[in-house]
Nanobody, 124 residues
Framework: QVQLVESGGGLVQAGGSLRLSCAASGRTFSMYAMGWFRQAPGKERDLVATINWSGGSTYYADSVKGRFTISRDNAKNMVYLQMNSLKPEDTAVYYC?????????????????WGQGTQVTVSS
């Protein structure tokens, strides 16, 4: 049974930082690309960042480019999202997800497993 469990969310002031973590189990984690998504109240879920199986290729949405960094540690079955210079518009529930392939990054990938989400709230 595949499980993805996010942690690290919370309340932070604008300009602050948070580091989200996603712990994966039940799958050969290193074989799959991973992604972070977010969903704000009343809005659709948006792609934030993705990373291929090795960590050698990444993709970022324009809205977070230069502020967020996705990384992974395959030995620990973990994927991370370092979020710096946070803005109130970054407020959302953040989800990690596992892609069906090793290499797909960016929009259009197919994610078949999702975590339960962690809330990030950025105050102005």
């Amino acid at each position: 049974q595949v499980q993805l469990v996010e942690s690290g969310g919370g309340l932070v002031q604008a300009g602050g930082s948070l580091r989200l973590s996603c712990a994966a189990s039940g799958r050969t984690f290193s074989m799959y690309a991973m992604g972070w998504f977010r969903q704000a109240p009343g809005k659709e879920r948006d792609l934030v960042a993705t990373i291929n199986w090795s960590g050698g290729s990444t993709y970022y949405a324009d809205s977070v480019k230069g502020r967020f960094t996705i990384s992974r540690d395959n030995a620990k079955n973990m994927v991370y999202l370092q979020m710096n210079s946070l803005k109130p518009e970054d407020t959302a529930v953040y989800y990690c997800a596992s892609d069906r392939t090793r290499w797909c990054i960016g929009p259009g990938c197919t994610y078949d497993y999702w975590g339960q989400g962690t809330q990030v709230t950025v105050s102005s």
